[in-house]
């Protein structure tokens, strides 16, 4: 768990404002991905990538945009599309073959 | 679609007492599942997996059981203790087939009752 590093850890976006979270693994994990979590809510994917320079839609992928240049790298961009962004995000990884996921300590968003 | 059902959403039990937490998935490929707790604002945390060639496993006060027939697996938390309260996700993962989606349970918030 401790291989994966998320920032900021609170941010607060402006109306019409363009956000990026960060998210940095040091674990050598092929896949990565992006979880939603409002509020006494569940995980909800947005997007995830295999490999870099790929990258696939999860299930509430609108409003958000992804890169995938480093594969220890997986920035996510909360754009103005995005008109509910505040929540939770969670950032993930794991090997290959389907192996456990682990989480960076979380993203709080919040829009003023 | 694949999806896995969890059941109860919340469970409240007396300190001492066990909980068992239920999750029944659609995907019939799925061979990894996972469980984590998740703390009030915190990241979820792994606590026990099991794969689909094992059907118990156990690690201290906690076991997974899993029935690959009846596409159910189960989280079971004996002598129950305060810090054990929590919102707890189960997990399914299929096989490497062009996707990595792990799908999620809704999740049980558990409180332990001293």
């Known amino acids: 768990d401790g291989g994966i590093t998320q920032s900021p850890k609170y941010l607060f976006r402006k109306e019409g404002q363009n956000v990026t979270l960060s998210c940095e693994q040091n674990?050598?994990?092929?896949?990565m991905y992006w979880y939603r979590q409002d509020p006494g809510q569940g995980l909800r994917l947005i997007y995830y990538?295999?490999?870099?320079?790929?990258?696939q839609k999860g299930d509430i992928a609108e409003g958000y945009s992804v890169s995938r240049e480093k594969k220890e790298s997986f920035p996510l961009t909360v754009t103005s599309a995005q008109k509910n962004p505040t929540a939770f995000y969670l950032c993930?990884?794991?090997?290959?073959?389907?192996?456990?996921?682990?989480f960076g300590e979380g993203s709080w968003l919040t829009v003023v | 679609g694949e999806n896995v059902e969890q059941h109860p959403s919340t469970l409240s039990v007396q300190e001492g007492d066990s909980a068992v937490i239920k999750c029944t998935y659609s995907?019939?490929?799925?061979?990894?599942f996972p469980w984590y707790k998740q703390e009030l604002g915190k990241r979820p945390q792994l606590i026990i997996d099991?794969?689909?060639?094992?059907g118990e496993k156990k690690d201290q006060r906690i076991a997974v059981t899993l029935n690959k027939t009846a596409k159910h697996f189960s989280l079971h938390i004996t002598e129950t203790q305060p810090e054990d309260s929590a919102v707890y996700f189960c997990?399914?993962?299929?096989?490497?087939?062009?996707?990595?989606?792990?799908?999620f349970g809704t999740g049980t918030r558990l409180k332990v009752l001293a």
């Open positions: 995907d019939s490929a799925s061979n990894y």
């Open positions: 990538s295999q490999i870099v320079n790929d990258f």
């Open positions: 997990a399914a993962s299929s096989p490497p087939s062009g996707t990595y989606k792990y799908i």
């Open positions: 674990l050598n994990h092929d896949a």
């Open positions: 993930a990884s794991s090997g290959f073959s389907g192996n456990t996921i682990y």
């Open positions: 099991i794969r689909s060639n094992v």
